[in-house]
């Protein structure tokens, strides 16, 4: 795979490749503990200066940013905050739901994707994730609804190269095809994807969504093969699910995912790009923002490396 620019690399330089100073039994850099990146909901309670105070502070080189809270806080001050810390904006979230096929809803949609495209591009992160959007209201055409995310990938991916970002299709466990996202398998993603050049359009993959599926392993060397993984995301699956679902993802370890071969298999499908920890989880958000830094960075370290 290609590398990622710099400024998309939380690592070190030497993190990046071999060491000659390092032992082998030393060099492990595809699980380098300074690729850990921690997405902005993961410790929802913070405000963004908290966030890049707290990261600083425990030495997390990246974080994944959300569209509504960098806009409250205003999209060039956090530019300027976050690259004054020396953190990687590792992605953005979100883009996406462009499965309307009402025409003012769909005008209105790519209108949105355009812009985040251009606050992807000001915060200095190449990965703009999209999640493609439900059904339309009264539809049943699966088939159909991908199809409209396909056009719009069409529209949008030479507008994001134009800027330097990368389009990142996320597939949602199908528990949210009906509502949110009607692409729900890696595989799915991947058929979207492999229409548009790889630099344009990639993939997300994250844990929460795919653990469950028992072809993931083949389709994460198929994404490697083609350079298309764009972003690696990990939360842990636990039960009960809570009202709404949305809500219900796992600190790491807490749950059924395996996590550590996951990361594995990623590593091993040529990906060395940050590892992100995102995780909606209103147990976290009651807790104090440093212990839930802290306990994230023990259960990565502990069970994805």
């Known amino acids: 795979m290609t590398a990622r620019p710099a400024a998309d690399d939380p690592r070190p330089p030497t993190a990046r490749g071999h060491d000659p100073t390092v032992a082998p039994a030393q060099q492990r850099a595809p699980a380098e503990p300074r690729r850990l990146s921690l997405n902005q909901q993961t410790i929802r309670q913070w405000s963004l200066p908290e966030l890049v105070e707290g990261c600083v502070a425990a030495d997390v080189r990246g974080v994944g940013l959300w569209r509504a809270p960098v806009r409250e806080y205003g999209l060039g001050q956090a530019a300027r905050l976050v690259r004054a810390a020396g953190l990687a904006v590792t992605s953005l979230c979100r883009g996406g739901f462009l499965t309307s096929a009402e025409p003012a809803e769909r005008a209105a949609a790519l209108a949105d994707n355009r812009l985040a495209i ?76 492999e229409r548009f050049p790889a630099d344009q359009v990639g993939v997300v993959v994250d844990t929460y969504h795919l653990w ?7 389709q994460l060397a198929r994404a490697g093969e083609g350079g298309r993984i764009a972003a690696f995301q990990v939360a842990d699956w636990v039960t009960p699910l809570p009202a709404g679902v949305l809500l219900g993802r796992g600190q790491l370890g807490d749950g059924c995912v395996p996590l550590r071969h996951f990361r594995e298999v990623v590593d091993a499908a040529g990906y060395r790009g940050p ?31």
């Not at 469950?212 to 392993?217: C, F, G, L, M, P």
């Not at 995780?279 to 212990?291: Q, T």
């Open 118 to 193: 251009d606050e992807a591009a000001t915060l200095g992160t190449r990965t703009l994730v999209l999640v493609s959007g439900g059904l339309p209201a009264g539809s049943r055409d699966l088939l159909g609804a991908r199809e409209r995310v396909a056009d719009a990938l069409a529209d949008l991916a030479p507008y994001a190269a134009e800027r330097g970002v990368r389009l990142a299709v996320e597939p949602l466990h199908p528990m949210y095809a009906a509502d949110r996202c009607v692409v729900s398998t890696l595989a799915q993603a991947l058929d979207l994807a």
């Open 212 to 218: 469950w599926d028992d072809t993931v392993d083949a």
């Open 275 to 305: 590892i992100e920890v995102e995780i909606f989880n209103p147990a976290l958000w009651e807790r104090s923002g440093a212990e839930v830094l802290a306990e994230t960075v023990r259960r990565y370290r502990a069970h994805v490396l």
